[in-house]
């Protein structure tokens, strides 16, 4: 039976029971750059009252790169490909100890899945991930998603989170992909830059929202911007998902996205 989407953020909580939520490298770094772990708590929080209220989560968390920065320090302003790679493959670890944590104080287990753009086109590739978040999810675990940046190459990479947790929400049938940025939604401009800019709180079509609105670049610690996050819009709307947008830095927000508190943009399914 198909989930009846709602018209609010409120009302998509409420109609979902699987939600995807993806947390930017912006949301999980502090001012300095360093890890943020007491956002990560709060969120693991707000993640484990969903679940005592029936919901499965998934959460495709950025950060690998802020997290190896926060261990070796050194190597933050190196350019060089390989000890980017470097810095992930130690980020990573860190990253997962810290969602690990967060988790454990709610009795709630965590798992990683780390994915390139292969394992969404090999069909058996995809058929075996589907299952391990299938069978993670049933069992009361948290799947943990980040792109493989350690070995993944310009062909076989996605690139952005936005598209990663897009396809992780197609790929698992979710109900409702929640994307939390450092911003409170999609602006008719920059609000960093322009007073009068206002929030977009519904879209319908994400076409005719292109042609209205100014674009901006890509923030400071992630690797998106305004432009990824319509395309992962247009990929689960496209699938009957809808999509919202929201500030992640902003306290309990997705309790108040849940009680109707707290608004941002909502991409309607089509």
């Known amino acids: 039976m198909k989930?009846?989407?709602?018209?609010?953020?409120?009302?998509?909580?409420?109609?979902?029971?699987k939600i995807v939520l993806k947390i930017g490298s912006n949301t999980l770094a502090k001012k300095d750059g360093k890890i943020?772990?007491?956002?990560?708590q709060e969120f693991a929080t707000q993640c484990a009252s969903l679940m005592e209220a029936g919901k499965q989560i998934v959460i495709v968390s950025s950060g690998a790169?802020?997290?190896?920065?926060?261990?070796?320090?050194?190597?933050?302003?190196?350019k060089d490909i390989h000890y980017r790679q470097a810095l992930c493959?130690?980020?990573?670890?860190?990253?997962m100890d810290k969602w690990r944590c967060a988790f454990a104080s709610h009795g709630i287990h965590i798992g990683q899945l780390l994915?390139?753009?292969?394992?969404?086109?090999?069909?058996?590739?995809?058929?075996?991930?589907?299952n391990t978040l299938f069978t993670l999810v049933d069992e009361g675990v948290v799947p943990i998603i980040n792109e493989n940046d350690s070995v993944s190459f310009a062909e076989g990479r996605i690139g952005d989170n936005d598209n990663l947790s897009a396809l992780?929400?197609?790929?698992?049938?979710?109900?409702?992909?929640?994307?939390f940025s450092d911003i409170d939604g999609?602006?008719?401009?920059?609000?960093?830059?322009?007073?009068?800019?206002?929030?977009?709180?519904?879209?319908?079509?994400?076409?005719?929202?292109?042609?209205?609105?100014?674009i901006g670049t890509t923030n400071d610690f992630g690797t998106g911007g305004i432009e990824t996050k319509l395309e992962a819009a247009e990929k689960v709307t496209n699938y009957g998902i809808p999509?919202?947008?929201?500030?992640?830095?902003?306290?309990?927000?997705?309790?108040?996205?849940?009680?109707?508190?707290?608004?941002g943009t909502l991409f309607l399914a089509k």
């Open 36 to 40: 943020n772990f007491e956002f990560m």
């Open 243 to 263: 999509m919202l947008l929201a500030h992640g830095g902003r306290k309990n927000i997705l309790d108040d996205l849940a009680n109707g508190k707290a608004t």
């Open 168 to 179: 992780t929400a197609i790929a698992w049938s979710a109900d409702l992909l929640i994307l």
């Open 65 to 78: 790169q802020v997290a190896g920065v926060s261990t070796i320090d050194r190597w933050g302003r190196r």
């Open 186 to 214: 999609v602006y008719t401009c920059n609000p960093k830059e322009f007073k009068d800019a206002s929030l977009i709180e519904t879209v319908k079509n994400i076409c005719e929202l292109r042609s209205s609105i100014s």
């Open 3 to 17: 989930i009846r989407n709602g018209t609010n953020p409120a009302e998509c909580i409420k109609n979902a029971r």
């Open 89 to 95: 493959a130690i980020g990573q670890v860190e990253l």
């Open 115 to 130: 994915l390139t753009n292969i394992d969404f086109v090999d069909d058996q590739r995809t058929l075996n991930m589907r």
